[in-house]
């Protein structure tokens, strides 16, 4: 699966909701987010219109490693 070309900071912020995150803070343009589940975990996302697709698939890099999923299912996960 593709990374999507046209996802906001507010929006990938939602999707990862799924997994078990929650906005713990906003300072700037920048949301930070929290997970308990498998451990103690934080994602910092840029609160930007669209967010570029490399920085997108860095940002995406470390959910997959802490749920332990490969890409793909993190896609299917939080886009389907």
């Known amino acids: 699966m593709r990374l999507p070309r046209d996802v906001s900071g507010t929006d990938l912020a939602g999707r ?8 713990t803070r906003q300072t700037g343009s920048h949301i930070r987010l929290t997970t308990q589940r498998d451990g103690e975990h934080h994602v910092t996302i840029p609160a930007h ?3 570029r ?5 860095a940002i995406l890099r470390d959910p997959c490693a802490h749920h332990d999923l490969t890409r793909e299912a993190l896609l299917a996960e939080l886009f389907s």
């Open 16 to 23: 990862l909701v799924r997994l078990g995150y929650e906005i």
């Open 53 to 57: 697709v490399g920085t997108l698939a």
């Open 49 to 51: 219109d669209a967010i």
